[in-house]
Each structure stands twice: as C-alpha cells, then as structure tokens.
C-alpha cells in the first residue's frame, strides 16, 4: 500500500525571475479536483510564482488547452489537474491513457508539465490522493512543473552545435 511507503521529495527549485504557471483543471469531481488546486497553488505561490486557473470540460481537454497556452500564451510551465475515477465501460482507460500520452507528448516537446490528473479506481482513493493535507499530488504536480521550469532556465541558450566535435 503505497501511504505505507516513505518517499524522497525534492527540495522546491528557487528562481531569481518570475516565474507564471498556467494550472488546467478539469473539475468534473468539483470537491476532489479544489482540493488539487489549492495544494497546486499553495506550492506555486511558496515558489513565488504567478499562478493562473482555467477550467476545462474534462481531462481529454486538458493537453488540448495546455498545447494553446504554449502556443498563444506566456506561461513558463503548467499544471495538469483533474479525476477519472473507474467506471463500468472502458472509457476509463481511454480517458487515462489518451490525456497521459497527450501531456507525454507535450512534455517531449520542450512544455514544462506536471501531470495531476488522478487515475484512481473509486472515490476513496481519490480523496486521500488529492487531500492537501494528504498525499497531496495537486502540489506535487505543481512541484514538477516547477522543477521542469528550473531545468529549462538553467538549459536555456545552450547549444550542443552541429556537426563533428573538435
């Protein structure tokens, strides 16, 4: 069981510029998904960032929102938020792997995502998962999000160069 289990946490990165983070919520589980958004904020705001919310329909729009925003905005990184709870069809999993591979793909190209959209078998599980005071993945989703951003700043302007070495 994992709550048994002990866990290592980095440290939160510190940034001498601003940083804006974009939290996308898909608050279908309106009580669950708030309490992934104040753990998601509450790391935002100890890192100093500027953080923003938009709601979309369900967790299949959230890489679909987050891809605009990189494209249209001018956000440094973003937090992936929402709750797919097993049901009796497949569409669970589609849901799960879809949105997951979407935010992957997001994620290989250069976006600095974390993803917190619960994948959890009933309500239960997903009320400890986003529990601010629990296991609290809204703010660990925030966390990475924050940490691809001090990877991407530290990475940033530095060129491998093309062709052979000398």
């Known amino acids: 069981m994992a709550t048994a289990e002990t866990h290592y946490t980095l440290p939160l990165p510190g940034f001498d510029k601003p940083v804006k983070l974009l939290i996308v919520v898909a608050p279908y589980y309106k009580d669950i998904t708030d309490n992934l958004v104040a753990g998601a904020r509450a790391v935002g705001e100890a890192c100093g960032a500027e953080v923003d919310l938009v709601e979309v329909p369900g967790a299949l729009e959230v890489p679909s929102a987050i891809a605009m925003a990189e494209r249209l905005a001018d956000y440094d ?79 940033a302007g530095k060129t491998k160069g093309i062709g052979f070495r000398a």
């Open 77 to 155: 990184g973003y937090v992936a938020l929402g709750c797919v709870i097993r049901g009796e069809t497949t569409h669970y999993d589609t849901v799960c792997n879809d949105s997951s591979r979407a935010l992957s793909l997001l994620g290989l190209q250069g976006a600095c995502i974390g993803n917190g959209i619960l994948t959890v078998e009933n309500r239960a599980q997903a009320e400890v998962r986003a529990d601010p005071r629990g296991q609290n993945k809204g703010g660990g989703a925030a966390a990475a999000a924050l940490h691809l951003i001090a990877l991407s700043r530290k990475w």
